[in-house]
Nanobody, 122 residues
């Protein structure tokens, strides 16, 4: 089992920044690829970003490319999502997740956090 706890969400104006954190405990964090997903009201959960277990390779949805940056610190068992130039359409609950595979497919993620709300006002 891997337990994941997100933090760092909040209310921010358009154009602002937030940094989300996801702290992991349980099984060896460095064995897992990590991903960030988000879900807006009435919409499906969608892929935002992912990184490999060593953090060398990163992946982004087109909608956030150039604005969001994923990173991880395996020594601290934590993955981060730096979000810059936020837009109202970024408003959603953001979830981190752990997978044995480097993938954008949410069905291949084994463990999920409880989510953190991000609200971007216009």
């Amino acid at each position: 089992q891997v337990q994941l706890v997100e933090s760092g969400g909040g209310l921010v104006q358009a154009g602002g920044s937030l940094r989300l954190s996801c702290a992991a405990s349980g099984r060896t964090f460095s064995n897992y690829a990590m991903g960030w997903f988000r879900q807006a009201p009435g919409k499906e959960r969608e892929f935002v970003s992912a990184c490999t277990s060593n953090g060398v390779y990163t992946y982004y949805a087109d909608s956030v490319k150039g604005r969001f940056t994923i990173s991880r610190d395996n020594g601290k068992n934590t993955v981060y999502l730096q979000m810059n130039s936020l837009k109202p359409e970024d408003t959603a609950v953001y979830y981190c997740a752990a997978s044995r595979f480097r993938t954008e497919d949410r069905t291949l993620y084994d463990y999920w956090g409880q989510g953190t709300q991000v609200t971007v006002s216009s």
